[in-house]
């Protein structure tokens, strides 16, 4: 089995921290990039991984994504059209975690046909998810 490159945006984050713990823990699965926007982690490695933070808008970010297979979005709605917008020119999935998203990067996620996979998944909890299914 080919092991899968990740990199996680918000990796310092509510959800990005257990998202990162997850990936060290389950084989076939390798960090490769973790974009933070905390100021405060800079000069920091991801607790157990030995790989830095990056901080987002310093030219970083398309090298990781690039080097990835998927990208993972927990950061804010402020910055996520960025993320997609980076994810279509690198032809990268992504799966995107992010909450309160406006209506024009939902309708543009919703009505447009980007060419690469993406997930919009606004609470990774299973049973919201299940329960948002069937409304």
Not at 102 to 112: H, I, M, Q, V, Y
């Amino acid at each position: 089995m080919e092991t899968v490159k990740v990199t996680v945006i918000g990796a310092d984050g509510r959800m990005g921290r257990p998202i990162v713990q997850t990936i060290k823990r389950t084989h076939g699965i390798k960090l490769v990039g973790a974009i933070e926007a905390n100021e405060a982690v800079m000069g920091h490695t991801v607790p157990g991984i030995e790989l830095p933070f990056t901080l987002p808008g310093r030219g970083e970010s398309e090298s990781l994504f690039s080097k990835s297979d998927v990208i993972i979005d927990v950061s804010g709605p402020k910055v996520t059209m960025k993320h997609i917008t980076l994810a279509l020119k690198t032809k990268k999935p992504l799966v995107i975690g992010t909450t309160g998203l406006d209506d024009e990067t939902t309708d543009f996620l919703k009505g447009t046909n980007l060419g690469i996979p993406c997930v919009l998944a606004a609470n990774f909890s299973l049973i919201v998810n299940l329960v948002g299914g069937f409304i």
